[in-house]
Every structure is written in C-alpha cells, then in structure tokens.
C-alpha cells in the first residue's frame, strides 16, 4: 500500500506561503512597494480600504516610493495611515502623490529585523514539524493496524524526512536572502 502525503505537502506550500509573505513585510534598506500591502487607509464616510484599492504605488529609485492616489481628496488619510502603521519610513505630499521614503538601516535595526526574520524561520519550522509528527503517528497507527508492514513504514518515514528537510533548505534559503538584502 502507498501513503498520500498530499495533506503534508499541502502544509510545506502553505507555510511557504506564510513566510514569504511575512518576510515580504520586513523592511530592509530597498524600497519595495510589498511594505505597503498591510495599510488600510479610512476613506469616505469612515470606511476602511486597503492602500492598494485607493492607490498604485511604484518604486520611484531605491529608497523612495510614490504613491500614486486616485482621489487626492485622500493624501492626508494615507499619509497618516503610513504613518500610524509605524513602519520607519518618512512620507513626504508631493501634489495628490506622496513620497514614501526608506531611512538608511542603523546597525542595531538590522540587528533587530536579522532577529525577527530569523524568529519567523523558527515558527515555520515548527509548523513543519508538528505536521510532520501528525503524518508519522497516522503511518504507526496503520503499521499498527496491519494495514503497511514494518519495512514500508520505516521507508515512508525517510521519505517524510526528506520532504521535511527540502522543505527547511528552502525556507532557510528564503531567509538567508532576506538577511543579505538586511545586511546590504
């Protein structure tokens, strides 16, 4: 009998997902408009909107971001959200546009976000781990059952494993690049 790891392999890309996305929101010294995805701006009425429904940003040179409204009737609303979103960035009005400037990293912030990127790596491998261990228990539950033999739980065992360390070599490749892009 073969195992399915579908519901396993399901969870790697998931947690893939995961880490990129929270490595995405971890500013380093390069402009990059995916620092922007979590800004929600109060718009007409009151309603919030996400930055990206009210506005396109663009890289404008490698520190700075111009975002571009649509309606200029809310430059003070989005200024004030960056602001408040408490990202160390510097937002400058520039008509019905605002510059949206990266101060330069000081040493104890790259220091700072090299923990926090590595914090995130951990948590990811948890993750990984715990569904693992989820995975293992099914397969000695149907070795236990008669329903796999011995020799093919203990091959489905070293497959499990294999598929969790490509998965760590990835997401550990994934932060090193964030880290040499912190350190630059």
């Known amino acids: 009998m073969s195992y399915s790891f579908q519901s396993f392999k399901e969870e790697i890309k998931n947690t893939e997902e995961w880490l990129k996305k929270e490595l995405q929101g971890i500013r380093t010294g390069r402009a990059t408009p995916a620092i922007l995805d979590g800004i929600i701006v109060e718009s007409y009425g009151g309603a919030k909107s996400p930055l990206k429904t009210i506005a396109s940003v663009s890289v404008e040179d490698a520190k700075t971001l111009l975002v571009s409204l649509w309606d200029s009737s809310l430059v003070n609303n989005v200024q004030k959200a960056i602001e408040v979103a408490n990202l160390g960035l510097s937002v400058l009005p520039a008509g ?49 059952s008669g329903e796999i033999s011995d020799d093919e739980k203990y091959r489905l065992k070293e497959d499990l494993q294999k598929m969790v360390d490509e998965s760590n070599k990835s997401l550990e490749d994934r932060v090193e690049q964030k880290v040499s892009e912190i350190k630059i």
Request: proline share 2%.
């Open 96 to 144: 019905s546009s605002l510059r949206v400037i990266f101060p330069d990293l000081t040493t104890e912030r790259r220091t700072t976000l090299i923990k926090m990127v590595n914090n995130k790596l951990e948590e990811a491998k948890v993750s990984l781990k715990k569904e693992r261990e989820k995975i293992w228990q099914d397969i000695q539950n149907k070795n236990l």
